[in-house]
């Protein structure tokens, strides 16, 4: 396990990576402004599900081969972004004729959440690139401690995006009522989506 010292330092530098605004907090923003807080809220926990799945990979060694292999670092990515447009074009596409006080969570929005982030090969690559700094394998099993590691990084990362959902869905409740915003909001969350996708198809390995 981490000494004191690489405690403070992991913690530091999953709350300053939890906090800066990232391709998972934008859709997470989208989401609740387009359904609410109830679907905000969903997509967050979908976003967790999908980023503990990438730490237990990247525990087993299964990231690694997204390091290692462009065709297969190309096919994930492409994959996550054809996904995230989809979902942006539907949003463009979608018709809401009656304004609701707060919408019902669509019951995709946790399907979809886990899906997004499960696709994004990023994020595998970064708990690949991270966690490892801190890991010692002669004071304890390395996948144990990487498991840990990475589950503490993602609940740092689904606190600040419930925030966000929390505000965001409040925001929307308030507004649903103006077409005018409903369009406006349904269109920039269909145009975010859209954006994320392709800022994915074009990302690089690093």
Not at 15 to 37: E, I
Not at 67 to 95: D, H, I, P, Q
Not at 140 to 146: E, G, K
């Amino acid at each position: 396990m981490p000494t004191s010292a690489e405690w403070l330092v992991f913690l530091t530098a999953s709350a300053v990576f939890a906090l800066l605004p990232g391709p998972g907090v934008l859709y997470v923003l989208a989401r609740s402004l387009r359904g609410g807080r109830a679907e905000g809220v969903r997509s967050v926990v979908g976003n967790g599900i999908g980023a503990s799945a990438h730490v237990v990979a990247a525990a087993f060694g299964l990231s690694a081969v997204l390091a290692t292999s462009a065709a297969a670092f190309t096919v994930v990515k492409l994959a996550g972004a054809a996904y995230l447009v989809y979902l942006g074009v539907r949003a463009l596409l979608e018709r809401h004729p009656v304004p609701e006080a707060e919408p019902a969570p669509r019951p995709g929005a946790l399907r979809q959440g886990i899906l997004v982030e499960a696709l994004n090969p990023k994020t595998a690559l970064f708990f690949l690139a991270f966690l490892p700094h801190f890991v010692h394998p002669e004071t304890a099993p390395a996948p144990v401690v990487f498991v840990v590691l990475g589950l503490v990084a993602v609940a740092m990362t689904v606190v600040v995006d419930l925030v966000v959902a929390v505000f965001a869905g409040a925001l929307s409740s308030r507004l649903l009522g103006n077409p005018r915003w409903r369009t406006r909001e349904r269109v920039a969350s269909g145009l975010t989506m859209i954006g994320l996708g392709g800022a994915l198809a074009v990302a690089e390995r690093g």
